[in-house]
T-cell receptor, first 110, second 113 residues
Framework: QKEVEQNSGPLSVPEGAIASLNCTYSDRGSQSFFWYRQYSGKSPELIMSIYSNGDKEDGRFTAQLNKASQYVSLLIRDSQPSDSATYLCAVNRGDDKIIFGKGTRLHILP | DTGVSQDPRHKITKRGQNVTFRCDPISEHNRLYWYRQTLGQGPEFLTYFQNEAQLEKSRLLSDRFSAERPKGSFSTLEIQRTEQGDSAMYLC???????????FGSGTRLTVV
């Protein structure tokens, strides 16, 4: 079992709709959770971090964490063409480094 | 805060040659990380430093790879006797505390021909 698993996509979502991205992780001791956005040919950019169960909202983005189910999600409301990118789920297991999933490619349809 | 800088941005080298990449972290960040990313994959951890001490190396880091961070400032990643399988994006990141995530540099794209 991979440490951080994501559906590679592509996930196609109409402009203005809600995009829902999901991730599961294997280490129950994981302490912090992140979503990075990566445009083609560019480096990852941190867009959301979450540390406790529940929801965390920042503008159009909402991160959700369920430690019992070892599940992290990212919702993007009012999706824009500029949201088309690869979204990387990442987890800090508490050993001072972050493990990344393979990423989900998101395509917003104009 | 000028961000994390990596140099060069692109490197094309012939198989068997040695290459060296440089990373300048955010100045107050004591932790510096190297990752490798290939097409369709997420970043894979290679090694990290806290100040000048190299605290962990991945099994991915063969004997041909070496990293240094003299004086706890910039870091270099050297690949000796490059192979075609080394072609990838090499990402550097820095942080004060990994609990809060990293800031990545722009990366160095290596192509071995």
């Amino acid at each position: 079992q991979k440490e951080v698993e994501q559906n590679s996509g592509p996930l196609s979502v109409p402009e203005g709709a809600i995009a829902s991205l999901n991730c599961t992780y294997s280490d129950r001791g994981s302490q912090s959770f992140f979503w990075y956005r990566q445009y083609s040919g560019k480096s990852p950019e941190l867009i959301m971090s979450i540390y406790s169960n529940g929801d965390k909202e920042d503008g159009r983005f909402t991160a959700q964490l369920n430690k019992a189910s070892q599940y992290v999600s990212l919702l993007i409301r009012d999706s824009q063409p500029s949201d088309s990118a690869t979204y990387l789920c990442a987890v800090n297991r508490g050993d001072d480094k972050i493990i990344f999933g393979k990423g989900t490619r998101l395509h917003i349809l104009p | 805060d000028t961000g994390v800088s990596q140099d060069p941005r692109h490197k094309i080298t012939k198989r068997g040659q040695n290459v060296t990449f440089r990373c300048d972290p955010i100045s107050e960040h004591n932790r510096l990380y190297w990752y490798r990313q290939t097409l369709g994959q997420g970043p894979e951890f290679l090694t990290y430093f806290q100040n000048e001490a190299q605290l962990e190396k991945s099994r991915l880091l063969s004997d041909r790879f070496s990293a240094e961070r003299p004086k706890g400032s910039f870091s270099t990643l050297e690949i000796q006797r490059t192979e075609q399988g080394d072609s990838a994006m090499y990402l550097c990141a820095s942080s004060l505390d990994s609990h809060y995530g990293y800031t990545f540099g722009s990366g160095t794209r290596l192509t071995v021909v």
